[in-house]
């Protein structure tokens, strides 16, 4: 059962490649759903709404190269936890294909009526979550996990953007019943966009995890 | 590197053990967050609000347990997907603890308003999001497929009730402006009730690829 290092090396290389283009095809998605709702474009929504073949054939390839390493190789220590941080992050970067698609529903509904108000906040928010996401894939395949704390600390002004949108949201709900339709899905939106911001937040503690083999899921549990 | 398969195979059966501990805590939580909104209860709130510790434990618990498997047995085939799907229901079961706390905080906003309705819809979608969660975790323990099938089938339900919910209390907020704000906490705790049943679909479809090594994620896609 021993393999050559270098062809390990190589397919865990190519299997980092594959999670990069996964997480570039998955921000292109949340940034078309973004760019549907800002332009009030409803075929680009029905594009991302439409779903992604090529997002679901990374994610079955990804999935079939980690089984494969582990099955061929069984790698140790570092090499195993890549392994499985792969997979691990290989699921968030579906979760944010599949928010794309939640966002692009919820702007369906929002550009059927008449706007609310000028999209400040929530374009400021897809572009953090978006930076996020690639942060911590970068850190991924850099093993960088100065990196990937920096992205952690991001998730801070993500939340206080989703509030922040709440709080003023609520105010023209409660002054006009008319907006209380599309004034939900934007509401909807900017927690959609605090999610892709955990996904990332996940994919920069497994980065943590692999590098460090250090748990850092949960920060206030003492001792754990 | 050869070790006596008895001593696996316990170790693979305390892990799955392991797992169904830790969706019984989880379901606890979940349930301690509704019983907490109907009862109006905010001491119960808070306590799910603080966090479970038993929950964080678990789950590192669970994780260490996978990685000495997968380091020390290198397992293959079905035993290989079992300890890979562990991990991945490690993970959901932990979201499904934070959507305990998502409910709680929006229970505890909820009841700091008169009550908007009895609440008819969100107890049910509760029930169905929780038996779901435990049918799923049977399934995964007794690798039964039929019994995960049963479970991606019950997600229309949920999905229809979310939408009923939503549709009920947006009449309620154009009526009655002082129901917008309480009404969107009962919004917001159909979705996270929906995301539980979301986790308890990916454990279902873990323990097809787990059993079957068939990937049933992308229904639709044709030949993949």
């Given at each position: 059962m021993t393999h050559e290092p270098t062809h390990f090396a190589q397919e865990l290389q190519a299997l980092r490649d594959r999670v990069l283009v996964m997480g570039r095809v998955a921000e292109r998605r949340v940034r078309a759903a973004l760019q549907g709702l800002t332009t009030r474009n409803r075929d680009t929504l029905d594009e991302v709404i439409a779903g992604d073949r090529q997002l679901n054939d990374l994610q079955i390839d990804i999935d079939e190269r980690c089984f494969t390493l582990l099955a061929l190789f069984h790698p140790v220590a570092v090499d195993l936890r890549a392994i499985v941080a792969a997979l691990r992050i290989n699921t968030d970067l579906e979760r944010v294909g599949d928010l794309a698609i939640n966002i692009a529903e919820a702007a369906q509904r929002y550009v059927?009526?008449?706007?609310?108000k000028k999209l400040i906040d929530i374009p400021r928010m897809a572009t953090i979550a978006q930076r996020m996401l690639r942060d911590a894939l970068d850190a991924f395949v850099r093993r960088d996990t100065e990196l990937a704390q920096h992205v952690l600390n991001e998730d801070d002004s993500l939340d206080s953007l989703k509030t922040q949108i709440f709080r003023e949201l609520l105010t023209y709900m409660l002054q006009d019943p008319t907006t209380i339709e599309p004034s939900l899905d934007l509401i909807l939106v900017s927690r959609h966009l605090e999610r892709i911001g955990d996904h990332a937040t996940n994919v920069a503690e497994d980065v943590i995890f692999m590098v460090l083999a250090k748990d850092v899921r949960h920060h206030s549990a003492e001792g754990a």
């Amino acid at each position: 059962m021993t393999h050559e290092p270098t062809h390990f090396a190589q397919e865990l290389q190519a299997l980092r490649d594959r999670v990069l283009v996964m997480g570039r095809v998955a921000e292109r998605r949340v940034r078309a759903a973004l760019q549907g709702l800002t332009t009030r474009n409803r075929d680009t929504l029905d594009e991302v709404i439409a779903g992604d073949r090529q997002l679901n054939d990374l994610q079955i390839d990804i999935d079939e190269r980690c089984f494969t390493l582990l099955a061929l190789f069984h790698p140790v220590a570092v090499d195993l936890r890549a392994i499985v941080a792969a997979l691990r992050i290989n699921t968030d970067l579906e979760r944010v294909g599949d928010l794309a698609i939640n966002i692009a529903e919820a702007a369906q509904r929002y550009v059927g009526h008449a706007p609310v108000k000028k999209l400040i906040d929530i374009p400021r928010m897809a572009t953090i979550a978006q930076r996020m996401l690639r942060d911590a894939l970068d850190a991924f395949v850099r093993r960088d996990t100065e990196l990937a704390q920096h992205v952690l600390n991001e998730d801070d002004s993500l939340d206080s953007l989703k509030t922040q949108i709440f709080r003023e949201l609520l105010t023209y709900m409660l002054q006009d019943p008319t907006t209380i339709e599309p004034s939900l899905d934007l509401i909807l939106v900017s927690r959609h966009l605090e999610r892709i911001g955990d996904h990332a937040t996940n994919v920069a503690e497994d980065v943590i995890f692999m590098v460090l083999a250090k748990d850092v899921r949960h920060h206030s549990a003492e001792g754990a």
